[in-house]
């Protein structure tokens, strides 16, 4: 199945964060990028009709949300499109995305 994975950031969190912090976001994304290629999930082009889930981490514990919840002052600040086998496990992918503390991320299914 087919899913994209939309990362939302909120211009007040990323500023408020330190150089030290964005450098570390930075690290972490890379890794992230590395995981997903190894995992083979980034690849593919079947497709599942599922719902919608948003993840958030305040405080580094990844929240799951049924729905698509991004809030007014959240912008897009990338996505991914991964395929993996349902929506748990795009769940599990997202939760690891470094900028949910920014924001949130959103899972959404892809029909092509």
């Known amino acids: 199945m087919l899913f994209l994975v939309l990362i939302y950031h909120h211009d007040a969190k990323m500023a408020a964060a330190t150089a030290a912090e964005h450098e570390a976001l930075g690290r972490d994304y890379g890794a992230f990028n590395k995981f997903l290629a190894e995992s083979g999930a980034l690849r593919g082009t079947a497709t599942w009709p599922a719902g919608v889930a948003t993840i958030r981490s305040p405080g580094g514990e990844a929240l799951v949300t049924e729905g698509p919840y991004s809030e007014a002052k959240d912008k897009v600040a990338g996505f991914f ?6 929506m748990d496990a795009a ?3 997202a939760k690891r995305v470094p900028g949910a503390q920014y924001g949130g991320v959103e899972i959404r299914p892809v029909q092509v």
């Open 81 to 86: 499109l991964i395929e993996v086998e349902n």
């Open 91 to 93: 769940i599990g992918f």
